[in-house]
């Protein structure tokens, strides 16, 4: 064998990693459906004014269907996966966490909270892609944008019903934030 025959059939070994078509549909289904999940939801953020936008949530999706499909594909046992999931909702609560801003003198004003938690979610909807769970994906991060498009219309509309919001006792607005 010469060492071109070599190298050629070392890159066909590298690259057997699928093993029939159906597993490559499956593998490029799961992604696939994780970055549109993703980019609906960070299109709503973009929308928004946001920071962490389409590009942002389409990643932590797709990323997250890989850290679950790999070890999947690999024949993990289900407690192997289960640290796995930990690992990565860990790692995924760190990201969050630099979004998360508290500013003014005392620090009392945090901004960035909605977008940790949406970015938490897409993290969980990409798991839900890369573990064959499409249908609860598409539910939650149908779920996740009504939370993010239409509870604060609902909200801004009790207010306008019940009157202007009320302030605590040190002064401060008691809205949300």
């Given at each position: ?12 070994s ?30 709503e ?12 949530h ?24 289960s640290?796995?999931i930990?690992?990565?909702v ?27 938690a ?53 002064g401060k ?5």
């Open positions: 064998m010469s060492w071109r025959d070599e190298v050629l059939d070392t890159l066909a590298e690259f057997s990693d699928v093993g029939d078509v159906a597993q490559l549909t499956r593998i490029v289904l799961r992604l696939t459906l994780a970055g549109a999940l993703g980019f609906v939801l960070g299109f953020r973009e929308q928004q004014g946001k920071a962490a936008g389409v590009r942002t389409m990643l932590v999706a797709i990323g997250s269907a890989m850290f679950v499909l790999v070890p999947q594909q690999t024949g993990i046992v289900p407690a192997d996966m640290r796995v930990q690992g990565l860990a790692g995924v609560g760190f990201l969050c966490a630099g979004t998360i801003l508290k500013q003014g003198k005392d620090e009392s004003h945090v901004q960035g909270l909605t977008t940790a949406g970015l938490w979610m897409t993290a969980a909807i990409g798991m839900a892609c890369g573990l064959g769970r499409e249908l609860t994906a598409v539910l939650s991060a149908l779920l996740a944008l009504a939370v993010l498009a239409l509870v604060p219309r609902l909200v801004d509309l009790i207010e306008r019903v019940s009157g202007p919001r009320k302030q605590d006792e040190s607005d008691g809205g949300r934030h």
